[in-house]
């Protein structure tokens, strides 16, 4: 079992950058693919970036590509999500997810078995 809290959401201006924690639970956390997903209101949930187990891999949704940075460390079980140059289009709850069943990169939601509950990120214009 694997528990994730995320942290570092808040309200900004267009422009701004803010740095989204997820801290996990239990000793899968390394053997784990993990992800970053969003969701909008009236939106489905996307992923936009995930980090194999290792770190050395990682893959981007095109509308974060460049402004977001996913990385990771397996010492104290966390992952990060960077988020520089943030647009008004980013505004959605943002969630860390763990893929056991995963060694690389994947954005699909179905192969992810465990999520946090999810951190609010507003993008004011």
């Known amino acids: 079992q694997v528990q994730l809290v995320e942290s570092g959401g808040g309200l900004v201006q267009a422009g701004a950058s803010l740095r989204l924690s997820c801290v996990a639970s239990?000793?899968?956390?390394?053997?784990?693919?993990m992800g970053w997903f969003r969701q909008a209101p009236g939106k489905e949930r996307e992923c936009v970036a995930s980090i194999s187990r290792s770190g050395s891999s990682t893959d981007y949704s095109d509308s974060v590509k460049g402004r977001f940075t996913i990385s990771r460390d397996n010492y104290v079980n966390a992952v990060y999500l960077q988020m520089n140059s943030l647009k008004p289009e980013d505004t959605a709850v943002y969630y860390c997810?763990?893929?056991?069943?995963?060694?690389?990169?994947?954005?699909?939601?179905?192969?992810?078995?465990?999520w946090g509950q999810g951190t609010q990120v507003t993008v004011s214009s």
């Open positions: 997810a763990a893929s056991a069943s995963r060694g690389l990169t994947t954005f699909v939601p179905k192969y992810y078995d465990y």
């Open positions: 239990g000793r899968t956390f390394s053997q784990s693919t």
